[in-house]
């Protein structure tokens, strides 16, 4: 097989991409357009947390408290916007600051601390699951959920002239800022990793941490600003959780997105426009179940498992393509070194 | 002191002072919420930890009580005054599944696998259990010949009495075990991320529960889903019914056989761990598993082996709340959170057995003390906020330990030099 993988290796990947685009044409003309824009809605947190999860493993710190992360920006962006005289803006805004504070907390835990890394994010996940309930009673007398009629959504955008496309228009248009902003970091984040200087460096402090201290590298800084930009996108993810549909905050609304945010990662292998459409597809598994669920009497919690064993399967098969990648390598290596040696006899 | 004293008298200072400044750092929260913070904790230690009528810390030692008769004061030893029943009991009723959660989750850590998939396999291990637990005496009355089973033969109904719970608590133990091989399989297999899968494995096993308790296992159309709730026969008797039924101290308390069998379950992974040929396999392979494999130990295997035993702890933790505490699954059972909470009593206790006893117990107090607070204004998650503080600088240790030591050899006099001049300084 890895022969095969080998030999034809350039062959069958752009095989799998051209299956890849079949399929996907074909849901969208196959599907509702209501379901398509839904799934792009709902993929939204999951495009910012796997961009978040990624710098960060990309910085070599597997950052698994995204899901506090995402719960904070969740909250705090309710909470300032609802302070600001219900302006979603302002609440956006802080929430990306306060993710982003977290995430520098975070990471000086972490590195000048040394708190065990897996440790310290379950109890910050902790943390934040608690805090935001006890300061949604202690200060707005709120029991689970907080909304208030002040508080207004964001707007949608409509794209001047992508709008007026027959197909693509609605495809491409009408949703709101933190939508665009989504697709904007997808874009940004892989020129930050692969066309910067600094995101040189990133990469090599997650290659290899001590390599890169040799040739001059400020590990710790790099890691820091990872984890604080990381944290900046997870808590954008999570405002728009909360500002992004309905304006209002549901206790623990995040409800493992941001654990599935980091499967998309894995997924993708840590890239970032992979990652964008493993997270279209999480997001379309979601759509789906909500769709079956008004559409058809299918019980929800069996429907609300899909996403979730979307994400088991997922982790399979991202542990089968590792496993296949070493073996190509292995094979590689051996037949290059075999050759080489039977040079020098 | 011997060395083995100081060194454990060492390991335990760190969660001890952890507790104590988790305790501190959340006052802030408590001022937050514009309430005294002394008489905030007082309550909720109360709460969890003391007597009925127990209002401030004194009162954790000593009470003063009236005599509702001759209304003399007389001055108790609280821990052991029970009237009216004692919190320490709800205590070890909470304890009971933490114990074995936070076993579970220690045997899994000691292989070096991080998992924390508790919370599913305890829901599960308890579906197994309620389901058996009524279905299974269904047949055999049916299959006797018995309409009631209160008119069952007396010899029927005590043989029940004797392998029904054993039957429950084995299938409970047995899918737990399953449900926590699948991530070993993966991990071991083909390297999957045991942490991410867990958490997978959890979500989808509360999705499952509560799919099954509003579908093919509901009772009836009570407005909350439940299920049936376990015959009689299944039933593991709590000690304020049985044995116990005239001590006050336990009443109210639905702790019973289940304590028994979780303790003996700590001196059986003790055992195992410390003691057995297997448990140095597992502990091997946590430090290096390449290591473990050179040296000759199957390091898959103990690692799959962990993980099962693990499984089938957490499995035997939901048998147990059910056919001692619960004995119906009502939805929301699934999110009760106790998995996970076995997870943060291991990580604190280092998962050190008797360490894990000691705070299981404290989580269990300070939890049912933090579900009573909410009376005086004060949400429950203060206590869900004091644990985070609480892991979190248990997890500082080597920042204090390397800070501690830098002092140490600060303070140290310097050794005496040559021109130093003996006697000058008295």
Sequence with gaps: MTDFLNIRGHRIQTGL???????????????????????????????????????????????????????????????????????????????????????LIFAVLYLRIRVNLIVLALAVNLFVANATVFFLRTLFGAYGTFADPSLRILPQIHLPIIQSIPFLGPLLSGYNIIVYLSWITVAAVWVLLFRTQFGRHIRAVGENKEAAETVGINVTQVQIFALTLSGMLAGLAGSFLSMGVLSQFVENMTAGRGWIAITVSLFAFERPVAAFFTALFFGLSEAASIHLQTTTELPPDLLLAMPQLATLAALVLVALRVRAAELLKRRNFASQFGQELANLR | MSKGWRQTLENASIPILAIIAGLVVSTIFVLIARVDPIQTYANLFCEGFGPTGCSSFGNLLVMQVEDEESGAVQTVFSPLYGAKGHKLALVLERATPLILTALSAAVAFQAGMFSIGMDGQFVLGAVAAVFLGFWIPDQIYLAAGVADPETAPQALSTIMHLIMPVICLGAAMIVGAFYSGIAGYLKVKLNVNELISTIILNALAVQLVGYLINFPLRADMNSLARTRAIDDTAWLVPFNRGIFQDIEWFSGARVGVGLIIAIAAAIGVWFFLWRSTAGYEQRMTRGSRLFARFGGIPSERAALRAMLISGALSGLAGGIQILGVERRIVDGFALSGIGFDGVLVAILAKESVFGIILVAAFFAGLDNGSVNLQFGNIPRQLGGIIIAFIILFNAMENFFRSNITRIRTRLRPPAPTVEAQPGATT
């Design chain 1, 17 to 103: 991409m051209i299956t890849g685009i079949i399929i996907a044409v074909a849901l969208l003309v196959t599907l509702p357009i209501q379901l398509l824009q839904s799934s792009i809605r709902l993929a939204t947190p999951f495009i910012l947390g796997s961009m978040a999860a990624l710098i960060a493993s990309r910085a070599g710190v597997l950052n698994l408290a995204i899901e506090g992360k995402m719960l904070l920006g969740a909250f705090i962006a309710v909470v300032v916007a609802y302070l600001a005289g219900g302006d979603p803006a302002v609440g956006v805004i802080a929430a990306t600051l306060a993710g982003g504070g977290l995430g």
